[in-house]
Structure formats: structure tokens, C-alpha cells
């Protein structure tokens, strides 16, 4: 089983909210960093999103 979530950047939670479940790669990232298609998607300032996404799977 999989888990996607996502938070706004500066709200409570993180990579808890996966409790034990462990982060496949990248982790917890800013969502313009979770594997992109394209390096040129990023942008000079993936932070600007706001938002964090990770992907766990169920252990």
C-alpha cells in the first residue's frame, strides 16, 4: 500500500504524518521536486510552492 500526502508549507506535521511507514525517494520535498519530468520544471525557487509531498510505503 502507498501513501501520498501533502501539507502547505509552515503547517504543522511532516514526515510524522507517515508515522512509520518509510519515505521512498525523494522524502519530503517541496512538490516541484518530487520527481519532475523535466529538470527545467523545478524553476530558480521550489520553496514558492508551498506546499511539501512524499510518497511511504506501508511497511
Do not use: T
Not at 502547505?8 to 517541496?30: I, K, M, T
Not at 519530468?37 to 509531498?53: L, Q, R, T, V
Amino acid at each position: 500500500m502507498r501513501c501520498f500526502a501533502f501539507r502547505r508549507a509552515g503547517s504543522q506535521g511532516g514526515s510524522d504524518d507517515f508515522h512509520d511507514w518509510p519515505l521512498l525517494e525523494p522524502g519530503l520535498v517541496h512538490l516541484p521536486l518530487w520527481r519532475p519530468e523535466n529538470p527545467a520544471d523545478i524553476g530558480e525557487h521550489p520553496e514558492s510552492s508551498g506546499a511539501y509531498g512524499g510518497l511511504a510505503r506501508k511497511g
